[in-house]
């Protein structure tokens, strides 16, 4: 059975900067590696969005660290530019699954990815700016109410 850790997260426009990025970037790598010496069967469960939830799935590329690609919806890239559906569908490539929330968009569909990846993970680590009017801030009510464990990357 499979270690399954959640990573959650804002998306890119969040962030003040690249350097801001870069660290969170570099940071998260090294939970992940530390993570991947522990557990021998580890597994990342991404929700795809743009910004971490991306950095996420090309950090367990890099490092050969298997994931799980849960969208809201198909077509979830709908409203993207270009080369970031190509990305995207690069991305999946190596997803080792990819589960669906809804069979179609609905205003309900990011949510209940959500609490898939919530239901279906043991812990999770999650880039955070105190916000809790976003679906990063839902998502990590979710997890508190289940009591996994949660480590926030604090940004501001």
Same mark, same amino acid.
């Given at each position: 059975?499979?270690?399954?850790?959640?990573?959650?997260?804002h998306?890119?426009? *969040?962030?003040?900067?690249?350097?801001? *990025?870069?660290?969170?970037k570099?940071?998260?790598?090294n939970? =992940? =590696?530390?993570?991947?010496?522990?557990?021998s069967?580890?597994?990342?469960?991404?929700?795809?969005?743009l910004?971490? #939830?991306?950095?996420?799935?090309?950090?367990? *590329?890099?490092?050969?660290?298997k %994931?799980?690609?849960?969208?809201? %919806?198909?077509?979830? #890239?709908?409203?993207?530019?270009?080369?970031q559906?190509?990305?995207?569908?690069? =991305?999946?490539?190596?997803?080792?699954?990819?589960?669906?929330?809804? #069979?179609?968009?609905?205003? %309900?569909?990011?949510?209940?990815r959500?609490?898939?990846?919530?239901? #279906?993970?043991n812990?999770?680590?999650?880039? %955070?700016?105190?916000?809790?009017?976003?679906?990063?801030?839902?998502?990590?009510?979710?997890?508190?109410?289940?009591?996994k464990?949660?480590?926030? *990357?604090?940004?501001?």
């Amino acid at each position: 059975m499979n270690y399954k850790i959640m990573v959650t997260g804002h998306r890119q426009h *969040i962030f003040k900067d690249n350097i801001s *990025i870069s660290n969170v970037k570099i940071l998260i790598e090294n939970i =992940l =590696l530390q993570y991947k010496t522990k557990y021998s069967n580890l597994c990342i469960l991404t929700g795809m969005a743009l910004g971490t #939830d991306q950095w996420i799935a090309e950090i367990c *590329i890099k490092n050969n660290i298997k %994931f799980k690609a849960y969208l809201a %919806f198909n077509g979830q #890239d709908g409203m993207w530019k270009y080369n970031q559906v190509k990305h995207y569908k690069y =991305l999946l490539s190596h997803a080792t699954e990819i589960k669906y929330a809804c #069979d179609n968009i609905n205003i %309900f569909a990011y949510y209940k990815r959500n609490k898939m990846l919530v239901n #279906d993970c043991n812990e999770c680590i999650s880039v %955070f700016n105190g916000n809790y009017n976003t679906g990063t801030g839902q998502t990590i009510k979710e997890l508190k109410k289940s009591n996994k464990k949660l480590i926030i *990357i604090k940004i501001r």
